[in-house]
C-alpha cells in the first residue's frame, strides 16, 4: 500500500528529532493540549520530545500491527501500537515509547506496559533508536525488531546475558522471531519494505 502521489521511501518524522532536557510549564503544557505529547519519552527524568511521525512511517506501523495482530493472537499474545514501556521502579520518570509492542494480555496496565516479550522500532534519520537498547534489555524485552525503511533492511536483536544481541540474518538476508515463529526480511525497496514469512511458509509483504 502506498499514499497517493507518493513512493515507499523514506519514512521518516515530518519535522526534525529534538530533544527537550527541562521543557517549560508552556511547552508540556501546549503538547497535551494538541496531543503531541504521546509520542515523547522520559528517560531517567529527561524528556525526549519526538516529533509526529510521517505518514510513510505511520502507514509502514499501521501494515505491520495488522500483519501481526493475528500471529500474536494465535499464540495467545496481544499487539498495540505507540504504547509505553514503564520502568516499574520510575514509573512516569523513566519510559519509552517502541512503535509496536507485542505483550501477554494480562500485562497491560492502565498507564500502559511494563512487559513486553517483543518490540519494533521503525528508524528515523538522526533517531534514538540504538540508544534504547540497554532500557529494552533491562526491561526483559526478547526480542526488538529494527527497521530500517530507506535502505531498506532489518535487524533483530536477541536477549542474552549480555543485552540485546543482534541476529546474524541467514543466506537470504532473512531473520526469524522465536517470540512469533515469523520469519522477516528487507523487501525490494521499490513495492515493498517489508517481507513475512509465516510458520507455513507464506509471505505477507509490506
Not at 515507499?8 to 501546549?30: C, G, K, L, Q
Not at 505529547?37 to 528517560?43: G, I, L
Amino acid at each position: 500500500m502506498t499514499l497517493p502521489g507518493s513512493t515507499r521511501a523514506p519514512h521518516h518524522y515530518a519535522v526534525a528529532m529534538r530533544t527537550i532536557s527541562e521543557p517549560t510549564a508552556e511547552e508540556i503544557a501546549h503538547r497535551r493540549i494538541t496531543g503531541a505529547h504521546v509520542f515523547d519519552e522520559m528517560w531517567d527524568g529527561v524528556v525526549h520530545v519526538v516529533p509526529p511521525p510521517s505518514g510513510h512511517h505511520q502507514l509502514l506501523g499501521s501494515e505491520l500491527h495488522l500483519a501481526l495482530a493475528p500471529v500474536a493472537k494465535a499464540i495467545g499474545l496481544d499487539v498495540l501500537y505507540e504504547t509505553g514501556l514503564f520502568d516499574p521502579i520510575q514509573q512516569d520518570e523513566n519510559y519509552r515509547v517502541p512503535d509496536l509492542s507485542v505483550f501477554e494480555p494480562h500485562r497491560l496496565t492502565r498507564r500502559g506496559l511494563e512487559v513486553v516479550r517483543f518490540a519494533v522500532e521503525i528508524r528515523s534519520p538522526g533517531d534514538e533508536t540504538y540508544e534504547k537498547l540497554p532500557f529494552y534489555a533491562a526491561r526483559g524485552v526478547e526480542e526488538l525488531l529494527v527497521i530500517v525503511p530507506w535502505d531498506p533492511s532489518v535487524e533483530l536483536y536477541r536477549l542474552g546475558p549480555d543485552g540485546l544481541l543482534r541476529v546474524q540474518p541467514d543466506l537470504q538476508g532473512s531473520v526469524r522471531s522465536v517470540v512469533l515463529d515469523l520469519g522477516f526480511r528487507a523487501g525490494d525497496g521499490e513495492a515493498s519494505t517489508l517481507v513475512l514469512t509465516l510458520p507455513d511458509g507464506a509471505e505477507i509483504v509490506i
